[in-house]
């Protein structure tokens, strides 16, 4: 029945109740994003600028730029497109963008902190995004990765209102999260990256193997901090979405929007599956399957006391 439904969604993204939902899309590039309108999704939740450059020894022009950002937008005419700006270091090193060794790159220079030492990569990227965004029908959100602080989030959001765009930030280190109130006051939307926030809050390399129960976004002090988030959102009138691959899953998308996450992201292919089981449940239903998983002390009870609410109630 449920394999049914999967096959036969095609959104928009609503609780049973109505509660409206957007299920968007992770892209890296124009034909991911043209790939991802093959699947029942209403645009684009993060756009990973730094993977349409991985190869690159030298910085696109600005021109450039505008012609691979103009193709996503272009994909997506008209519908809600958030463009992130390079999260390079870590995990995603960019050649152009000249690093220095580090012995922990994970909590190095990377993401928004790389236009400490180069403004002028984060310059022309904005550039671009705006000269992307004249010669289309869709206006693009713009957010920052990797913003630690109320203050990185003010001036990222400086730069970007001054072209007349949306600004945002991802909210994927803990101390974001803890200061949610502060940063949200600061932009006009927040999306959370379960990634990464979950990678910090267990102190727990994402990329190992070893550590995948500690890396798993069900850990309960990681939906404490989502629950934060949310909550600052609702407070404040602006929409908080998710993009780790934690929205991917349909049962923790019952949570996420339980705990009063506005928009889901995630790889495409999960789209359809997601807005299915959504589809299933009331808000209430959501709400009740949050507050039990945020009742327990590991991720294997978080996702076995959610699903039974789930079950129970739908
Ligand atoms: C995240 O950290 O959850 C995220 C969406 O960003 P990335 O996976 O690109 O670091
Ligand atoms: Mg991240």
């Known amino acids: 029945r449920q394999a049914a439904r999967v096959a036969g969604w095609s959104g928009p993204g609503r609780t049973a109740d109505g509660v409206e939902v957007a299920i968007l899309a992770n892209v890296a590039d124009g034909s991911s994003a043209r790939a991802a309108t093959d699947h029942p999704v209403e645009g684009v939740g993060l756009f990973r600028t730094e993977l349409a450059f991985l190869e690159r020894a030298d910085e696109p022009s600005v021109e450039e730029q505008a012609d691979i950002y103009r193709e996503v937008l272009d994909a997506f005419g008209g519908r809600r497109v958030v463009i992130r700006t390079l999260d390079a ?123 995948a129960s500690l890396t798993d976004p069900w850990q309960p002090a990681v939906l404490h901090l989502i629950a934060t988030v949310a909550r600052a959102g609702r407070d404040q009138g602006k929409p908080v979405g998710v993009c780790g691959e934690a929205a991917a899953d349909p049962i ?63």
Request: charge should be negative.
């Open 89 to 211: 270091g870590s995990d995603k090193p960019l050649r152009f963008v000249h690093q220095p060794e580090e012995a922990n790159p994970a909590l190095g220079v990377r993401g928004d902190r790389i236009a400490l030492a180069h403004p002028e990569i984060r310059a022309h990227q904005l550039d671009a995004i705006t000269r992307a965004a004249e010669g289309s029908e869709t206006s693009p959100w713009v957010m920052a990765p990797m913003i630690a602080s109320p203050a990185e989030a003010a001036a990222f959001a400086a730069q970007v209102r001054e072209r007349g765009l949306v600004a945002g930030v991802m909210i994927e280190v803990p101390a974001a999260a803890i200061l949610a109130p502060a940063i949200l006051a600061e932009v006009d939307f927040v999306s959370i990256g379960t990634n990464d926030l979950t990678q910090y809050t267990m102190a727990a390399d994402r990329m190992s193997a070893d550590l």
């Open 252 to 314: 923790l998308a019952c949570v996420l929007v339980g705990l009063g996450v506005t928009s889901l992201s995630s790889a495409p292919v999960a789209a359809a599956a997601v807005g299915a089981r959504l589809g299933g449940v009331s808000r209430s239903t959501c709400e009740n399957a949050a507050t039990a998983a945020l009742a327990t002390t590991d991720p294997a009870a978080a996702r076995e006391a959610a699903a039974a609410v789930l079950e129970n109630e739908e």
